[in-house]
């Protein structure tokens, strides 16, 4: 069983920072790319930064400038540091990590179940 656990939101005013952190737990083998995704009210799920293990970065254009993801692959942890908020940054945040299991050799999508992120005008 593999577990992802968001950290890190709450609510800001704009301008604000806030770093969001996801630990990935259980038999893990590998993790391939990790990101994170968002979805604000009465709208569909968005990407907004991917990161594979060897490093290459994605970003939303909506993000980009503003918002940079890292990862530690020695502690199966993302990062997503989020400055210069906005309002409509405001959404779920969901973190997402492709990982081979212990019983697989292929990497399997996994979700963490969201952290909130409200910025104020």
């Known amino acids: 069983q593999v577990q992802l656990v968001e950290s890190g939101g709450g609510l800001v005013q704009a301008g604000g920072s806030l770093r969001l952190s996801c630990a990935v737990s259980?038999?893990?083998?590998?993790?391939?790319?990790m990101g994170w995704y968002r979805q604000a009210a009465g709208k569909q799920r968005e990407l907004v930064a991917t990161i594979t293990r060897g490093g290459a970065l994605r970003y939303a254009d909506s993000v980009k400038g503003r918002f940079t993801i890292s990862r530690d692959n020695a502690k199966n942890t993302v990062y997503l540091q989020m400055n210069s908020l906005k309002p409509e940054d405001t959404a779920v945040y969901y973190c997402?990590?492709?990982?081979?299991?212990?019983?697989?050799?292929?990497?399997?999508?996994?979700w963490g179940k969201g952290t909130l992120v409200t910025v104020s005008s």
């Open positions: 259980g038999s893990i083998r590998s993790i391939n790319t």
């Open positions: 997402n990590a492709d990982v081979i299991t212990e019983r697989t050799t292929w990497g399997v999508s996994y």
